[in-house]
Nanobody, 117 residues
């Protein structure tokens, strides 16, 4: 069982920054992909950024160049640094761990990010 606890969401003005944190109770980075997803009202959940088990990162086109995903292996934290935020970034952000090779997913409870104009 893996538990994920997100923090760091909040209200910010357009152009501002936030850093989301995800505390993972147990992780084996070589066997798991870890990422951040988001879901805006009335929309499907979408991938924002991901660190693959080999360390390669990938980003959604909408956030590339503004968001950075990184991890701290010492404390099992995964972070999403969000800069130059836009109102379209408003959503609930979820931390995700996908276990290989089964592709079983663990999800956090989500943290709200609201970007005002």
């Amino acid at each position: 069982q893996v538990q994920l606890v997100e923090s760091g969401g909040g209200l910010v003005q357009a152009g501002g920054s936030l850093r989301l944190s995800c505390q993972v109770s147990r992780v084996i980075f070589s066997r798991e992909h870890i990422g951040w997803y988001r879901q805006a009202p009335g929309k499907q959940r979408e991938l924002v950024a991901q660190i693959m088990n080999d360390g390669i990162t990938n980003y959604a086109d909408a956030v590339r160049g503004r968001f950075t995903i990184y991890r701290n292996d010492a404390n099992n934290n995964v972070y999403l640094q969000m800069n130059s935020l836009k109102p379209d970034d408003t959503a609930v952000y979820y931390c995700n761990v996908r276990v290989l090779p089964s592709n079983f997913n663990y999800w956090g409870q989500g943290t709200q990010v609201t970007v005002s104009v």
